[in-house]
């Protein structure tokens, strides 16, 4: 778990900096298009504010994908840049404070779903499956009709 003790933030904030292994990150994704089997790297500061803490900085968790149109394993990272949360340590949406530590975990693993690719693809134009003949641009444009135009052709024969 990625934690935070306040006690060591009072003084001069607190930078964190490490991986953090993908079973305790836990994301919960059961795609077959997408895996996430390695550690979340992660390169935050965090510094306490009134009554909540202020944690900012960048994310990036490798995945391995399929991709949803030509099925090509490939690896991407997911990267959340510029990425702050903010933790209020008073009122109704206050965080749990356990021995003088907030988990951060539960944050991470909220924000990274929320990123999360819904359909992988290789390459963003990707043309997905495909014969290797040279196609014209219109082509390419439409695969799904290229695709239904074939069938038409092998059900005459
Ligand atoms: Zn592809």
Not at 61 to 88: I, M, N, Q, V, Y
Not at 91 to 105: Q, W
Not at 121 to 145: F, H, Q, Y
Request: proline residues 6%; aromatic residues 4%; charged residues 30%.
């Amino acid at each position: 778990m990625l934690k935070i003790n306040l006690r060591h933030l009072e003084e001069n904030g607190l930078r964190l900096q490490g991986e953090l292994p993908a079973a305790e990150l836990d994301l919960g994704v059961n795609d077959e298009l997408i895996r996430s089997e390695r550690p979340l790297k992660y390169d935050l500061s965090a510094e306490l504010l009134n009554d909540a803490v202020l944690v900012t900085g960048s994310l990036a968790l490798p995945l391995d994908c399929e991709c949803s149109r030509c099925l090509k394993k490939f690896r991407t990272t997911l990267k959340l840049k510029g990425w702050a949360a903010h933790l209020p340590l008073e009122g109704e949406d206050k965080v749990a404070v356990e021995n003088d530590c907030v988990d951060l975990t539960p944050i991470l693993r909220e924000d990274i779903l929320l990123d999360f690719p819904q359909h992988p693809l290789c390459k963003p134009d990707c043309a997905g499956l495909k014969n290797n003949s040279v196609r014209t641009p219109e082509a390419a444009d439409e695969p799904a009709l290229d695709v239904w135009a074939k069938l038409d052709k092998l059900k005459l024969k």
